[in-house]
């Protein structure tokens, strides 16, 4: 779960100029990637192989 403390670490570790659509960009990849590691730790991800074969069908 992402939590408050996770958030304030990613918005301190932030430039002091950044927009507001950049702290919420920055929370939302932060959150994402956190969600893709936690799949690939549960098994739940593809291999390099497969996202291959994935991404030849969609760019055909």
Do not use: C
């Amino acid at each position: 779960m992402f939590t408050k403390e996770a958030a304030k670490q990613v918005i301190d570790s932030l430039p002091n100029d950044v927009t507001m659509d950049g702290i919420i960009h920055a929370l939302y990849a932060s959150v994402k990637f956190s969600h893709g590691e936690r799949e690939i730790r549960e098994g739940k991800g593809v291999t390099q192989e497969i996202a291959k074969k994935k991404l030849e069908k969609w760019l055909k």
